[in-house]
Each structure stands twice: as C-alpha cells, then as structure tokens.
C-alpha cells in the first residue's frame, strides 16, 4: 500500500528556521517525483515546488523559489521541504504528494499534511 | 501563468440528483486537467485526469469532460459522502502547475 506519512504540526516564530518530512512507503521512491502544495487557512491549493528523488532534480514555483528548499533522503526514502526564515504568511498547511505514474503533474497518492504555525 | 476560474463557488444539490461543476483555463490546456475532491480536515483525493480518465478506485458517478479551455466535472445520483470541495488543476503550463479556487458542493 503507497503511503505518505508526513511530520507532525509546527508551531514557530518569525525567522526560525524549520523542515517538514514526508516518508513515502509501498512502492519505489525514486519512481515518482514528489510534490509540496500549501495550503493556508481556508484557502485554496498552490503548486509550490516538485523534485525527483532519482537525482534531486527540482522544479519550483516562482511565487516559492528562493523561500524554500526541496530535498529528499534516498537512503529513508523522505522528502523534505525546509524554510530559513519564517514568516507569519509561512502559516499553512503543506502537503506532499506522489506523481501518478507516467503522466507528469498529476498527484495520486498525498500526506495527510503537517499545518505549520508562525507567530509572535 | 494560467488562471483557472471555477463556477459556481458554491452549488446547493439535494442527495440522488446530479451536479455539474465548471473549469474554465485562461488559455488551451489542451487535455491536460486534473480534479481533486477534498473534504474537511483531509487531503485532497484524484479524481479525474485527462479532462475524462478516472483514477484508480473512483465511482464510475464522477465523469469528466472538455478540451482546451472549458471543462466540465459531473456527479450523478450525489451520495452523502460526495459534499466535499472540488478543484480542477491543469498540468499542461509549468510553471507552474496551477489549481482552480474551489467549488464547494453543499447539500440542499
């Protein structure tokens, strides 16, 4: 069974840094590029960035690029998604998510999502 | 980046009728959306790819359809458990990926 079993809620401040985890199982790791989507309190989805776990290849999204970095661990099959500087906008539920197999942009299986929290 | 506009931002139907949600792209996307259901506190679960393909497990009550810029998600004989947030999400343009606003089904 293909699971995305993602790190627990967050809570911050302003400049922390932080990194999340999303640890994929049941199928092939480096099969599938994996996805970040944000989403902030009742609002809607934003693409924010994919990598591939073959090579740590990353795509990301401009609004995102430069505020976040993507990585993954081959060796725990994990992907990570990591802030410097947080900002109280940071504040969101991030989700990862699997590419279904053999059509590229296209999000199968998802983490149940790990709400972060920046605050004063 | 291309806009994608969901109509209506809420659509009231009454359980066992039929719901017909809107996508509309900013330009030709070509076949290349994608429908998303999500429900309170959940992530959200494919339903559709290709404009029209289901993925895997999905009732064969969810059907999807259109081309280029205008798209259709359709629910018929609406289950309780169907009253959910819907969104469209095209691939065909990156970057980036983009998804809709929402559609949020409600019972009537």
């Known amino acids: 069974e293909v699971q995305l079993v993602q790190s627990g809620a967050e809570v911050k401040k302003p400049g922390e840094s932080l990194r999340i985890s999303c640890k994929a199982s049941?199928?092939?790791?480096?099969?599938?590029?994996i996805t970040w989507v944000r989403q902030m309190p009742g609002k809607g989805l934003e693409w924010m960035g994919r990598?591939?776990?073959?090579?740590?290849?990353?795509n990301y999204n401009p609004s995102f690029q430069g505020h976040v970095t993507i990585s993954v661990d081959k060796s725990t099959s994990t992907a990570y998604l990591q802030w410097n500087s947080l900002m109280a906008s940071d504040t969101a539920v991030y989700y990862c998510a699997r590419r279904l197999t053999m059509v590229q942009g296209v999000l199968d299986y998802w983490g149940q999502g790990t709400l972060v929290t920046v605050s004063s | 980046e291309i806009l994608l506009t969901q109509s209506p931002a809420t659509l009231s139907v009454s359980p066992g009728e039929r719901a017909t949600l809107s996508c509309r792209a900013s330009?030709?996307?070509?076949?290349?959306l994608a429908w998303y259901q999500q429900k309170p506190g959940q992530a959200p679960r494919l339903l559709i790819y290709?404009?029209?393909t289901r993925a895997t497990g999905i009732s064969g009550r969810f059907s999807g359809s259109g081309s280029g810029t205008e798209f259709t998600l359709t629910i018929s004989s609406l289950q309780s458990e169907d009253f959910a947030v819907y969104y469209c999400?095209?691939?065909?343009?990156?970057?980036?990926?983009?998804f809709g606003q929402g559609t949020k089904l409600e019972i009537k």
């Open positions: 999400q095209q691939y065909n343009d990156w970057p980036p990926y983009t």
């Open positions: 330009q030709s996307i070509s076949s290349n």
């Open positions: 049941g199928y092939s790791f480096t099969n599938s590029w």
């Open positions: 290709r404009a029209s």
């Open positions: 990598i591939d776990p073959t090579d740590s290849y990353t």
